[in-house]
C-alpha cells in the first residue's frame, strides 16, 4: 500500500514510483564517446549528489523529502477533471478526464521536477544552476524553484522562442534569473552555430551544449534538466500517482492514457504509475505518445545510441533519435522540439507498452481553440497534441459504441504563449 500523508492534502503522495525495478528489461546505460557506461564521475561533474542517486537507484519507492514536499504543497495535488462539456459535445459514449498541470505559477508540470533539483543543489551547496529552455516553461519553473532554495540562475533560451516569447523572460527574470538567446556568444558551442548562421534559430540540443559547456567550467555551479532523464521521470511520477487515487475516487479506471511527448517527461509522469499496474497484472491500458509532424521522434527517428546535445558534450543515450544535429522548424509548442526521448519512454515504445503517434500543427492548434471555448481552460500548444488525441479516439467511440474511459494529460496552460494562437 502506497503511503500518502494528510498534509496539503490526503493525495499529495510521500515517495515517487520508480519504474524501473518493475521492467521486463533495461535500457542499456549511458555510454561515453569510446562505447563504455559513463561512471558517476561524469555524473558528478554536472549533477548535485542527490540527482545522481535518483537517476540509478533501482528501489520501487524513492521518498519525497519535507522540504519538497511543503513546495509542492502550494500547488498539489493538481486537480483531475471530467470533461463532461467536451464529451457532450462530441456526442460520445466515451468519458474523458484530464489531469491539470497547468495550476501552479510557472504553468506546467515541470515544477515537480525543478523543485526537487533546485533543493539536491542547495543541499550540495552549490550556489548556481545553469540550464537550457526551449518555449521557456522550463526556465520558469526553475527560476521559481532556485528562488525558493537561494539559488542564482543562468539560462540558454533557444532563439526562436526567445523571439516569440518575450514574456517568458521577463517571468524568469522576475524571479531573478538570466536569460541568453542561444546560440550565444558566451560559449564556444554557440559561437560555432553562430558563425555558420547569424541568424540560427537554435534548438533544445545547442542551448543544452551551451549550458553544459559553462557548468564543465566551473566549480560551484550545476546543470539542471528539464525533461529526458529517469530522474526527471521519476519525479513527475506524481501526476500518476495521484490520478489512481482521483480516479478511484470517481469510481473509475482509465482504459486510455493519452500525453504529448517532447523529451517524453510529462507523459512518463501520467503513464508510469499505471504501467506499474498493468506490469504487475492489475490492469490493461492502451497508451498512446503525440509528438508533432515536424519533430517524429518516435514515429521516424531511430533507436539507437545518441548524444543528448548538439555538440557531443553529454554522455550518449540509448534513445529513439532524430540524429543529435537535427533542428526542427520553429513551431509553437517549442516544448516538443527534441531530436531525442526519453531512454525509458524510448524503451517502453520498443517493447510495444506505447503507440506513438504524430500530429500537425494545424489539427493540434484548432483542437486548443476547441478546447477553449467547450473547457474554459487554454491550453499550452504542446499539450493542443494530447487534446487532439483524446478528441480523435472519442470521436473513435462514437463510432464504435466502444465505452472508453480516456485520461490525458493537460501538461500546461498556455496564458504565456498566447501568441501561438494569434495569427491562426
Ligand atoms: C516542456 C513541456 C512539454 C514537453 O516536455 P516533456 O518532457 O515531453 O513533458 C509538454 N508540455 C508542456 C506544457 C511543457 O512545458
Not at 500518476?240 to 492514457?257: A, D, K, N
Not at 548538439?310 to 516544448?335: D, E, N, R
Not at 474554459?376 to 487534446?387: D, K, M, Q, R
Not at 483524446?390 to 490525458?408: H, N, P, Q, T, V
Request: aromatic share 8%.
Amino acid at each position: 500500500m502506497r503511503r500518502f500523508s494528510s498534509r496539503g492534502g490526503a493525495l499529495l503522495p510521500t515517495e515517487y514510483t520508480n519504474i524501473k525495478p518493475f521492467l521486463p528489461s533495461l535500457p542499456p546505460p549511458p555510454v561515453g564517446t569510446d562505447g563504455s557506461p559513463v561512471g558517476p564521475e561524469v555524473l558528478s561533474a554536472l549533477f548535485p549528489s542527490g540527482m545522481i542517486q535518483h537517476e540509478i537507484t533501482m528501489e520501487p519507492r524513492v521518498p519525497i523529502s519535507d522540504q519538497v514536499r511543503d513546495a509542492y504543497k502550494v500547488y498539489r495535488p493538481s486537480p483531475l477533471i471530467r470533461a463532461v462539456e467536451l464529451e457532450r459535445v462530441l456526442d460520445t459514449p466515451a468519458h474523458i478526464y484530464y489531469k491539470y498541470e497547468g495550476t501552479n505559477p510557472a504553468g506546467s508540470h515541470k515544477s515537480n521536477t525543478a523543485l526537487p533539483q533546485a533543493y539536491f543543489a542547495a543541499k550540495d551547496g552549490i550556489s548556481r544552476i545553469t540550464t537550457e529552455t526551449g518555449a521557456g516553461q522550463w526556465g520558469s519553473a526553475l527560476s521559481q524553484a532556485c528562488n525558493r532554495f537561494g539559488l542564482d540562475l543562468d539560462v540558454f533560451m533557444v532563439r526562436a522562442s526567445y523571439l516569440q516569447k518575450p514574456l517568458r523572460k521577463t517571468f524568469i527574470n522576475m524571479h531573478g534569473g538570466k536569460v541568453y538567446a542561444s546560440p550565444s556568444k558566451l560559449t564556444e558551442s554557440g559561437g560555432s552555430f553562430l558563425e555558420k548562421d547569424p541568424e540560427h534559430p537554435g534548438s533544445l540540443g545547442i542551448a543544452i551544449s551551451e549550458a553544459v559547456e559553462v557548468v564543465l567550467a566551473e566549480k560551484r555551479s550545476c546543470y539542471s534538466l528539464g525533461s529526458v532523464s529517469d530522474a526527471v521521470c521519476l519525479h513527475q511520477s506524481i501526476i500518476g500517482q495521484e490520478s489512481i487515487l482521483q480516479m478511484e475516487e470517481m469510481g473509475e479506471y482509465p482504459t486510455e492514457i493519452i500525453g504529448c511527448v517532447g523529451g517524453g517527461s510529462n507523459f512518463a509522469g501520467i503513464a508510469f504509475p499505471f504501467i506499474e499496474q498493468v506490469l504487475t497484472g492489475n490492469a490493461e491500458i492502451k497508451f498512446t505518445a503525440v509528438e508533432p509532424t515536424v519533430c517524429p521522434t518516435l514515429t521516424e527517428g531511430k533507436l539507437k545510441y545518441d548524444f543528448g546535445d548538439a555538440s557531443g558534450l553529454t554522455p550518449k543515450y540509448m534513445m529513439y533519435t532524430l540524429g543529435a544535429g537535427f533542428v526542427p522548424p520553429p513551431i509553437h509548442a517549442g516544448g516538443l522540439r527534441y531530436h531525442g526521448m526519453a531512454p525509458l519512454v524510448s524503451h517502453l515504445v520498443k517493447l510495444g507498452m506505447i503507440d506513438p503517434i504524430a500530429y500537425t500543427q494545424e489539427k493540434v492548434l484548432e483542437a486548443g481553440k476547441k478546447f477553449t471555448l467547450i473547457e474554459g481552460i487554454l491550453p499550452a500548444p504542446e499539450s493542443t497534441h494530447a487534446i487532439a488525441a483524446a478528441i480523435d479516439s472519442a470521436i473513435d467511440a462514437r463510432r464504435s459504441g466502444e465505452e472508453k474511459i480516456i485520461l490525458f494529460n493537460l501538461s500546461g496552460h498556455g496564458y504565456l504563449d498566447l501568441a501561438a494562437y494569434e495569427n491562426d
